[in-house]
């Protein structure tokens, strides 16, 4: 079964890269820094335009292997009254990490993401994320995050490393939906068809 012994065995994969890690490769059709990503699946929690309570992150290529993005705390995203629900702001975090990979031109699902809430996110805050893959090493993409409050130079109010395990599409045809998977594929906007499912030839 996919992922059994990573997670049957109770092992913790450490969350920063081995010492034969590979630096990351920033692929040669990857966005310009400063461009924005736009989101990679309208349905998407994270990024997608199609949900109504969806983060709405817009993530934009840095230099490197690294992206900016930013997220506005809702009152749909609250956990207690007037303050950001801490499983949204790992999703930030996610989304920010999984969106390295498309600099990378590869498809990876997060294995592993550890967080630490640094300081309470109230609603109406922008989370000012920023995000840089540290490493890679086989299948294994390893990132780590950053979220801040008040301006992108504001203090930290949450931060995440992340281990990210690259896939193919079988992936997602054998576990998701095949009649999403096919409208994602035939969506007239190629370039969002290229970001969900392209693989680093
Ligand atoms: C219309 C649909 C469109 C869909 C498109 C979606 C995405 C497209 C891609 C890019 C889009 C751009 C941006 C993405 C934006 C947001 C990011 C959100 C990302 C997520 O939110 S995504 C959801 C949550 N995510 C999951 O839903 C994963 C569930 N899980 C599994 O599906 C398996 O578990 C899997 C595949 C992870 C591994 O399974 P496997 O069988 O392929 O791999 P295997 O076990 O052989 O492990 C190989 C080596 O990885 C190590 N390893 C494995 N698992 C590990 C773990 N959990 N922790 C630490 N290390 C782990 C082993 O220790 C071994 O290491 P070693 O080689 O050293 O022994």
């Not at 203090?155 to 939906?177: C, K, M, Q, S, Y």
Request: net charge negative; proline share 8%.
């Amino acid at each position: 079964m996919s992922g059994a012994n990573a997670t049957d065995s109770g092992r913790r994969e450490p969350l920063t890269p081995p010492p034969d890690a590979g630096r990351p490769v920033r692929h040669p059709d990857a966005p310009a820094p400063g461009e924005l990503l736009g989101a990679h699946y309208d349905q998407c929690f994270g990024c997608g335009d199609g949900q109504s309570h969806g983060l709405h992150l817009a993530a934009r290529a840095g230099e490197g292997v690294t992206v900016t993005a930013e997220f506005t705390v809702r009152p749909a995203h609250q956990g207690a009254p007037g303050l950001a629900h801490g499983g949204v702001l790992v999703s930030a975090l996610d989304e920010t990490l999984g969106s390295l990979n498309w600099l990378l031109r590869v498809i990876a699902v997060t294995g592993r993401l550890e967080t630490d809430f640094v300081r309470p996110v109230p609603v109406g805050a922008t989370l000012h994320l920023t995000a840089r893959c540290t490493g890679v090493a086989g299948r294994k993409i390893y990132g780590s995050a950053e979220g801040r409050i008040g301006g992108p130079d504001g203090p930290v109010a949450v931060r995440a490393d992340a281990l990210f395990i690259e896939v193919d599409l079988g992936h997602f045809t054998r576990n998701g939906r095949p009649d999403e998977i096919e409208a994602a594929l035939a969506d007239p906007d190629q370039l969002k068809v290229a970001r969900a499912f392209e693989v680093n030839p």
